[in-house]
T-cell receptor, first 113, second 112 residues
């Protein structure tokens, strides 16, 4: 079945730094989604990507759909304290159709004062 | 604005109790999902439903059941709660045409 490897597992950064994380899959994807989960809350969709090579921004966040269609990247510029949380990548339904999405294990972003 | 609402943010239940977790979405989505989230294990799919009265097992259905009597509502049932079901439970929904899923705020269940 589809597997997603998300890295790094954790990031400890200083406020104002840029952040990069990525996700790779064992198979070709036609969709990449990026979610953010604040502590104690449900994940919120940040960016959706549907085309190889696509680069999409949402404020200080930029995500890219890798041209091999097996990876995706999320960058956060000039991090601020509210960026703290877990960032998940997700791909298309595992079995197709109505099945659940394929999720990475998440990247924990921690910002040190 | 899309809305998935879970009935409780926090629940504490005793071992052996029957527990109902409710989820309602107002987006007329066909597909609904229940996940549990545990540290180091990520999101694991318990059950999903693609239509009213339809349900499919996910990766970890043991000890759980679901009900979908109306399109907007998807209930997760713990028949006899056990301490290893202490977890964060997340409901999600999406249309049958799109991949993007929308999550509720989560229910943190503690079984004592």
């Amino acid at each position: 079945g589809q597997q997603l490897n998300q890295s790094p597992q954790s990031m400890f950064i200083q406020e104002g730094e840029d952040v990069s994380m990525n996700c790779t899959s064992s198979s070709i994807f036609n969709t990449w989604l990026w979610y953010k989960q604040d502590p104690g809350e449900g994940p919120v969709l940040l960016i959706a990507l549907y085309k190889a090579g696509e680069l999409t921004s949402n404020g200080r966040l930029t995500a890219q759909f890798g041209i091999t269609r097996k990876d995706s990247f999320l960058n956060i510029s000039a991090s601020i304290p509210s960026d703290v949380g877990i960032y998940f990548c997700a791909g298309p339904p595992r079995g197709g159709g109505a099945d659940g999405l394929t999720f990475g294990k998440g990247t924990h972003l921690i910002i040190q004062p | 604005d899309v809305k998935v609402t879970q009935s409780s943010r926090y629940l504490v239940k005793r071992t052996g109790e029957k527990v109902f977790l409710e989820c309602v979405q107002d987006m007329d989505h066909e597909n609904m999902f229940w996940y549990r989230q545990d540290p180091g294990l990520g999101l694991r799919l318990i059950y999903f439903s693609y239509d009213v009265k339809m349900k499919e097992k996910g990766d970890i259905p043991e000890g759980y059941s679901v009900s979908r009597e109306k399109k907007e509502r998807f209930s997760l049932i713990l028949e006899s709660a056990s301490t290893n079901q202490t977890s964060m439970y997340l409901c999600a929904s999406r249309t049958s045409r799109n991949t993007e899923a929308f999550f509720g705020q989560g229910t943190r269940l503690t079984v004592v």
